[in-house]
């Protein structure tokens, strides 16, 4: 009966994806050129505009930061090329490139940081991607100054041992300081220091980058880009099939089922890697029956997670039941443990033999989330919850969180960056921001324990062991259920080479045209 449901899920999920081919005529807005021009897709706007904190992603390579995310998942040179830590981590020097012009022409130099710092210092600035707050990247920070023209000093008022963590990506960028109003938004185009220009933005439809011939790096095999906002998955994979775009790029690229069509035509090519993305169960812990931690347990080993990423994902997904994400180098691989008779004991010691009427949220804007909560549905009911799914805009479902007005919320989790103290943060800690506005309500006295010693810690292997820890007691006390750690799928032409799917993206730069 359960592989019959699962054949069933999968083969609506294919059919309900193939089944709007016909709509790619009404996205068609440029002409590719294949000599200057590459048309891609996101399925979000990658350049969302001036209120943004970061203005566009990373991955259009606008701009660039301090420091960057190595192949390990380490703090790797970026704009500043070596630092060192002094004091405990009370203060941290960098030495910054000196061969670095924005796209403006203007010099890169430890000013361009600090003025990037007093943009930060105004307050709290939302963003399709990561929020920027100088808190969250520089907790504790009392000082920023320059030593001289490359060269920058941070000084904390408490030890900041991870702060090269905190500064990977989205921590450290850099904007020309010209780019700035008052309030700290864009005035215009965000003007970076990366191997690509923004020319146009057209806001929730399309962004255009040309080679920026300034870039002091290796510069961009291709003159233009123009990246389309488009939305749907069934129009993005129509687009890509009739030519109209060379590839799909950025988290939910291509669903599974669209890249294994997208397979059996020679024209195309998929790419796949590890994705910093996780997908999770919200459980409301302020509610019976998820403020027993035996039920959260319940329902976290009656889910069979390798079944689930198969069938909805053909396995482009990794299952997991640890809130943190496989790609920081202090990931813990833990065993991830179905055990259905097990649910069922710890399931009926709260319950008392009732069985409980539940509400799941799902967002309706991401193609499999409602086939995979059918699917979580069907197994829940044999621990004793009768689930009803609620389908519904992301924002109005975080409005029903804070609230506490829902039983089961499926969300998602990005790693900024490869610093597992912020994760742990945000689902542990009582004041965690996942853990304050889901109404999860979870705390143990341990983790807290924990969390302060840890942040006070130099040694290496102890640091890690209390990393360790905080992964096993996630994955005993399930404070969210985690379900897997994404992949990051790309699909592409086969005219194009060098487009590889990133953690995080593709890297623009590298893209050229097949000879």
Known sequence: ?????????????????????????????????????????????????????????????????????????????????????????????????????????????????????????????????????????????????????????????????????????????????????????????????????????????????????????KKGKIPCFIIRNIPNADVRYAALKAGEVMGVLDINAIPPFLAEEIKKDDRFAISSNKSSMIRFLHLNGSKFPFNDVRMRQAVSLAINRDNLVQAMYLNYAVPTSNVLNYTSPYYKDIPVEYNLAKAQRLAAEVLQGKRCQITYCINGGETLQKGEAELIAYWLKDIGLDVTIKSQEYATMMGLLRHGEYGIARVQQGLANGDPYGIFYTFMMPDGSRNATSSSHYRNAEVIQLMTEVQFIEDEDKRRAIYDRLQEISVQEQPVVPLFNDKSVVAYSRHLKNYDALIYGINLAEIEWVD
Not at 154 to 168: E, G, R, T
Not at 187 to 193: E, K, L, R, S, V
Request: proline content about 5%; overall charge neutral.
């Open 1 to 217: 009966m359960k592989k019959i449901f699962l054949l069933l899920l999968l083969l609506a999920s294919v059919l309900t994806g193939c089944g709007q081919e016909q709509q790619a005529t009404t996205v068609a807005e440029h002409t590719v050129n294949n000599s200057s021009q590459v048309n891609l897709a996101a399925f979000r706007p990658l350049a969302p505009g001036p209120k943004d904190a970061y203005y566009c992603s990373k991955i259009l390579g606008v701009w660039e930061s301090l420091i960057t995310r190595g192949p390990d998942g380490r703090p790797a040179p970026g704009l500043a090329t070596s630092w060192e830590m002094h004091d405990g981590g009370r203060e941290w020097i960098f030495k910054l490139r000196q061969d670095v012009n924005f796209h403006n022409g203007t010099h890169f130099t430890a000013d361009s940081v600090l003025k990037n710092f007093d943009r930060m210092k105004i307050g709290y600035k939302s963003s399709y991607f990561y929020g920027m707050r100088l808190e969250s990247y520089y907790p504790s920070i009392i000082k920023y100054e320059a030593l001289d023209d490359y060269t920058i000093r941070l000084v904390f008022a408490k030890p900041s041992i991870n702060q090269l963590y905190k500064m990977i990506n989205f921590g450290s960028p850099v904007f020309a300081p010209e780019c700035f109003d008052a309030e700290g938004n864009f005035n215009g185009f965000a003007i970076g220091t990366g191997p690509y220009k923004i020319t146009e933005n057209v806001l929730g439809k399309y962004v255009k980058l040309e080679r920026f011939e300034g870039y002091y790096g």
